[in-house]
C-alpha cells in the first residue's frame, strides 16, 4: 500500500515490514482451524469407540514464500491403521499465497491408547519434514445379543445377530470354538456372519476387547449324503435299510416321489440307520431322504419288483 503526496513518495512502512519479512524460497505455514501450529504438534482426537470414528479434523497448509511450493504426505509411526488421511482434492503444488487442505479422522479398530503421525514433506528450506502427531484413546461398549435371524442353518449360510453395542466387536464365534472368518458389523444393533467350516451346535459368541455377549443353542445343519439301500429292489410292503451320513433329524423318506412311513434307529457304531417300508403305488425310482439339512438321493434308486402282489 502506498500514498502518493504532491509529489513526494511515502511507503507504507507496515507494508515494506511484511515484505522484508517474506522469506525468499518456499515456506510452509501449517494450520490447524485458524490457528498456525509450529512442527511436532500433537493433535489429541480424545476418546472414541473401536469401530466408530472421529468428526474429521482439518489442516491446512499455505506457502508463504516467494518461490513455489512442492508438498508430499505420509502417515506412519506406532498406529497408523487407527488413523486415515484424506487426500482427496489436495494440492501439492502452492504457488506463493497459495493454501490446500486434508483432513485426518481417528477410527480405531481395537482399545487402547493410539498414536500416529503425520509428515508433510515439501522443499521448505528448515521445516521439513513438518510432523504433526496425532494420538487418541479407543475404548469399548458391551455387546449384547437379543436374537438370530435363524437359530440352525448350514455351514456357508448367514445368520444375522441382531443385539446392541456390536460397533467394538471384533470377532465372532460359534461352539465349539470355531472363529467366524467372514462376519460383518453392518450397525452397532446388526452383525452378518458365515456359519464356519468345523461349526457345530452350540451358542455364536460375539467378543469387543474383554466384553462377550452369547445367543441361544444354533444348530449347525449338515445335509444327508452317501445313502445307501438294502435291498436295492423289492415289493410294496417291504422293508428296506437305509444308511449313510448325517441321517438324524430325517424328516421324509420317498420312493420315487411317494412319502414312505419309516423309522430311525442308531447302531452300534453310532449312525443312525433308517427303516422304511416302500408305500402303496410306489414304482421303480430314486430313493430320497430329506433333513433339516437338505435332501440326499440314492444313486441306484429302488426298484419294484413284480406287481408287489407276492
Ligand atoms: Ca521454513
Redesign the pocket.
Known amino acids: 500500500m502506498s500514498k502518493r503526496t504532491s509529489g513526494s513518495v511515502y511507503v507504507d512502512l507496515v507494508s515494506l515490514a511484511e515484505a522484508a519479512e517474506a522469506?525468499a524460497g518456499p515456506?510452509?505455514n501449517v494450520s490447524v482451524g485458524s490457528s498456525s501450529i509450529t512442527n511436532g504438534y500433537t493433535q489429541n482426537f480424545g476418546t472414541i469407540t473401536v469401530g466408530a470414528s472421529s468428526a474429521p479434523v482439518v489442516f491446512s497448509v499455505r506457502n508463504d514464500g516467494t518461490s513455489t511450493l512442492n508438498l508430499g504426505a505420509t502417515l506412519g509411526g506406532i498406529n497408523p491403521d487407527d488413523f486415515s488421511i484424506d487426500l482427496t482434492g489436495v494440492d501439492l503444488t502452492l504457488e506463493p499465497g497459495e493454501s490446500t487442505t486434508a483432513s485426518v479422522i481417528f477410527s480405531p479398530t481395537r482399545f487402547g491408547n493410539k498414536s500416529a503421525e503425520v509428515q508433510i514433506l515439501s522443499d521448505?528450506?528448515?521445516?521439513s519434514p513438518f510432523v504433526i502427531y496425532l494420538s487418541g484413546s479407543a475404548v469399548v461398549s458391551q455387546p449384547n445379543i437379543t436374537s438370530l435371524s435363524t437359530y440352525s442353518g448350514l455351514v456357508g449360510s448367514e445368520v444375522i445377530i441382531t443385539g446392541t453395542g456390536f460397533t467394538s466387536v471384533d470377532r465372532v464365534e460359534f461352539a465349539t470354538g470355531v472363529d467366524a472368518l467372514d462376519f460383518s458389523v453392518v450397525s452397532d444393533t446388526e452383525i452378518r456372519v458365515i456359519v464356519p467350516a468345523g461349526a457345530v451346535d452350540g451358542p455364536i459368541t460375539v467378543y469387543a476387547g474383554t466384553y462377550s455377549s452369547s445367543s441361544s443353542i444354533f444348530q449347525v445343519l449338515v445335509p444327508p449324503s452317501n445313502l445307501s439301500v438294502s435291498p436295492s429292489e423289492g415289493y410294496v410292503g417291504d422293508e428296506v435299510v437305509i444308511s449313510g451320513e448325517n441321517l438324524e433329524d430325517t424328516e421324509r423318506v420317498t420312493f420315487n416321489g411317494l412319502d414312505a412311513d419309516f423309522g430311525a434307529v442308531t447302531d452300534e457304531n453310532g449312525n443312525t440307520v433308517i427303516y422304511a417300508v416302500v408305500p402303496e403305488g410306489a414304482e421303480t425310482g430314486p430313493l430320497e431322504v430329506r433333513t433339516p439339512g437338505g435332501t440326499a438321493r440314492d444313486r441306484g434308486g429302488i426298484r419294484r419288483r413284480g406287481c408287489g402282489c407276492p
Do not use: G, N, W
Open positions: 522469506p515456506e510452509i521448505d528450506l528448515d521445516e
